[in-house]
Structures are given as structure tokens and as C-alpha cells.
């Protein structure tokens, strides 16, 4: 925790929405293996005990000090990409989150990108968004971070990064998946500006 | 003066303590007399100034308690922020990530140590020359050559600039001044108060005096600098009796460092612009903003140490 702020600052800007305890699902763009911790960093200590990020399976649930930071520090919800059982939905271990009252911190690109803006957005928001229209979405930039730990950078270099959260957005009625998965990448990179 | 060190060092920094508690009182007394906005900015700036004292004495304070190594570890703290703060705001390419990882876990520990061993001539040289030398190799050895000297010259300023020069402020603890020994951090003391005051009283007459405001810093004024730099070159020579100097040179040492530190906040303004930053960071949180606070130090530190090296260390031995 303090060796993230120490080394990249991860200071929070709130421009749309305040930190609230409303259950929420913060997404954001995807530069660094950073990104997590700092957004989760970058949030009021009394919101993170009650917020968990979702990462993926194949990475972070190792053995080791990986994950034990994923484990023990930031209780993230860990997510299958391999879809080696194709009949299993690998929203399920969100859906139960969320229906345990957590908020949830989400990377739609699926992946980390070399650009500071994303990517497209995989279809795992509409559907959270659609199921849990309760939930308040948030669009997150993070300011910075791609620059510290570019992919396959051993060491990240300090940098001071900001993390900038937008306004509260929700599913529209009657919207349908690609433009609203399209409004929401627009929201975040409209952030990076 | 039959104080010691310690003695002098706490009575300095109670009257410290005590001038910036009736600056904190005035700053808002002012706040609520006057409604011309252009002075209520630099009413503004000027109390952030005075609340920052209060952090900057705590740190002093405690640094000095502890003993030398503590005062290296603030000024290294401190270089490291400037350093975080300065590749903030540089574009810089993946391709440069070894050398940026080189400057901070090798260089900063690498350059206090050696002032901490007492290394002048290597401790005076070590970025300007090896490092100088050494980090166009590891980025040349990535064979991404464009713009090569634009992405190196960014990393070596970002050195000089954070390291190099920030390091020369605790370096001037360290002077082995005959006469002065165990002394060395009440030189430093001296040259921090001398900075510190003239900024407060540049921005104080600038506030008072009026007048168009500088390009480099829309807190000051021209007529406002000048008053101000002659009267905190006023107060250094008042503290003469706290330095190896007798009064004279106290008044010229003083007005090395002001003039010094003048130019330093003028460059680093246009390093600034030509960077592209809005502004550096304002908000002064002891972590942040630090080349702010410390853009004459950058400038006035080496020089204040290589000339009092030279005509008290050197010449004193011939």
C-alpha cells in the first residue's frame, strides 16, 4: 500500500461523483499490472475493505507474494480466462459478489493495452449492468501508469499518477450491448482529457 | 558567542517557529482586509509559503535530532519526489525505462552515500561525469535511436536538477570549515533561512508594492523581487554570527545565494514551459510539489557550496 503511493502517487480526483458507500462497479482502462492496486489505492480507506477488484485467475492466483497481495491485501475476485470448461460462465464469481453487497473494480478490455486509451470493451459490463441495474457505474481513467511499467518491465519507475473518477452512468432502457459498451469507453476516455 | 551548537541550532529554530506563527496570524488577518483578487492570489500563495514552513521546520527539526544521517535521508527523500515529479511530466519512451530505472534505485542512494562518506571530489562528480557517460549507453544499447539526445538530455536535466543539485543542500552540513567544526548543520540552516525569507519578502513587497507581474512567476513582481532580495540579503547578514563568516561576508555570501536563487526559480520556470506542464504541482503536501518549493535551492545550493568550499576549505588550508 504505502510502497504504491511512494512509488506512483495514485492520487484520486473525484470530477463527476463523490466517494459514497453506494455499491458500485468502478471500470477502467487497462495499461499496467499496477492498475489495480493504485485504483484501489486511490479510493477513501473505508470504501476498500467493502470493494474488490476482479483480476484475472491465470495471473494473480499463484503461488508466492502475488498472490498473497491478491489474496490477503486486496480479496479480489478472481476471474477464468481460459475458458477450459466451456459450459461455465465466468461472470459467476462477480454476480456472487455483487450479490454479496461488494463493489467492484473491472477492466472491460479484458487485457492490458500499450495505449494510454482503451480498447474495446468485452461484453462482461452489459451484462453486470443489465442484471444489477442498482449498481451505480463508474468510469475511471488512470492517468500516467502505462508510462511507469510498460509490459514486461521488471521495475516500475515512480511516476505520480492520478486517477480520475467520472461521473455515475447506467444502462439506458432499451440499449442495446455495443452502444453501450461504446458510451462507456467514450465516458472514460473523455476523462483522459 | 559561547552557545553550542545545539543551544544556537534551538534557539534559531524557535525563532523560526515564532516568526512563522505571526506570519500564519497576519497572512489571515490580510486575507479578510483586502478584495483586490491579483493581491488575494499572492495573499494566497504566500500563506500556502508560511504553511509549508511549519512542515518543512517539523522535518528539520526531527532530521536534526536524529543526527546527519537523518538529514541525508530527508534531502534523499527529496530529490526522489523532485526526480518522481519531473519524469511525471517528461514524455518519455518504453525504450528509456532502463535508464529511468538506473536514476532512481541506483543514482539517488549512489549520490548520498557518497556525500555521506565524505567524498567531495567523487561526490561533486559522479553525475556530471559517470553518470553522464553511462546513461546514453544503456539507452543506445536498445538501438532505438530517435530523438536520442532529446530523450537523454530529458533523463540528465531530470538528474542534475533533482540529485545533483538538491544534494548539494546537505552537503553543505558537511564542510569541514576550520574553526566551524560540529557545526556544519547550522550552515545549512543558515542557507535555507536565507532562501526561504528572501521568497516570503519577494512575494510580501510584491503584494505591497504591486506593479506588473514577472513572466516566470505571476506571484512576483520586479520592484516586488528587488526589495525583497535586498532584504532577505539584509537578513543573512544578520545572521552572520551563526556562520563561519565574519559580516561582510556574511552580506556577500547572502547575496550569492539570492541572486543564485533567482536565476534557479527563472530556469526552472522556462524548464517548466518548455515541458509543456500546465503548472507544477501547487498543492504542497511535503511529497508533491517539491520542485516548486525548491526551484531556487536548485540553483543556489552548488554554488553556495563550491564557493564556500573554495575560499573556506581549500584556500583556508594553502
Known sequence: MWLTRLLVGAYPRWIGSAPTAAQRIYFGNHTSHMDTVVLWAALPEELRSNTRPVAAKDYWDRPGIRGAIARDELNVVMVDRSREDPNADPLEPLRDALEHGFSLIIFPEGTRSAQPLPGPFKSGLYHLASEFPQVELIPVYIENLHRSMPKGALLPVPIISTVRFGAVMSLAPGEDKDAFLERARAAVIRLAS | ?318
Open chain 2, 1 to 318: 558567542m559561547n552557545l553550542s551548537q545545539q543551544e544556537t541550532f534551538l534557539a534559531v529554530l524557535g525563532a523560526v517557529a515564532l516568526l512563522s506563527a505571526v506570519a500564519t496570524g497576519l497572512g489571515q488577518w490580510a486575507v479578510h482586509q483586502t478584495t483586490d483578487s491579483a493581491r488575494l492570489a499572492r495573499l494566497g500563495v504566500l500563506n500556502s509559503r508560511v504553511r509549508a514552513s511549519w512542515s518543512v521546520l517539523a522535518v528539520f527539526t526531527i532530521a536534526f535530532a536524529l543526527g546527519p544521517v537523518a538529514l541525508l535521508v530527508v534531502f534523499a527523500l527529496a530529490s526522489f519526489f523532485a526526480l518522481r515529479e519531473f519524469v511525471s511530466l517528461t514524455p518519455i519512451k518504453s525504450s528509456d525505462h532502463w535508464a529511468l530505472v538506473l536514476a532512481f534505485y541506483l543514482v539517488i542512494p549512489a549520490q548520498y552515500v557518497l556525500l555521506g562518506f565524505g567524498r567531495a571530489s567523487v561526490f561533486a562528480t559522479f553525475i556530471p561525469v559517470y553518470v553522464f557517460l553511462l546513461l546514453p549507453v544503456v539507452v543506445a544499447i536498445r538501438q532505438d535511436n530517435e530523438r536520442f539526445l532529446e530523450r537523454i538530455a530529458k533523463v540528465q536535466w531530470g538528474l542534475m536538477i533533482s540529485v545533483y543539485c538538491i544534494s548539494h543542500a546537505p552537503a553543505i552540513a558537511t564542510l569541514p570549515i576550520r574553526g566551524y567544526e560540529g557545526r556544519g548543520p547550522l550552515l545549512l540552516l543558515f542557507f535555507l533561512l536565507v532562501l526561504f525569507m528572501t521568497d516570503v519578502l519577494q512575494i510580501l513587497f510584491s503584494a505591497a508594492l504591486g506593479g506588473r507581474a514577472l513572466k516566470s512567476n505571476p506571484n512576483k513582481t520586479a520592484y516586488g523581487v528587488l526589495a525583497g532580495s535586498a532584504c532577505g540579503a539584509l537578513v543573512g547578514t544578520g545572521l552572520w554570527w551563526m556562520t563561519p563568516f565574519t559580516w561582510w561576508q556574511a552580506l556577500v555570501m547572502s547575496l550569492v545565494i539570492v541572486g543564485t536563487g533567482y536565476l534557479g526559480s527563472v530556469v526552472l520556470a522556462a524548464v517548466k514551459q518548455s515541458l509543456g506542464a500546465r503548472q507544477w504541482d501547487t498543492e504542497f503536501e511535503l511529497t508533491r510539489g517539491v520542485l516548486e518549493r525548491l526551484d531556487a535551492l536548485t540553483f543556489a545550493a552548488p554554488l553556495f557550496w563550491q564557493i564556500t568550499r573554495y575560499f573556506w576549505v581549500i584556500r583556508a588550508d594553502v
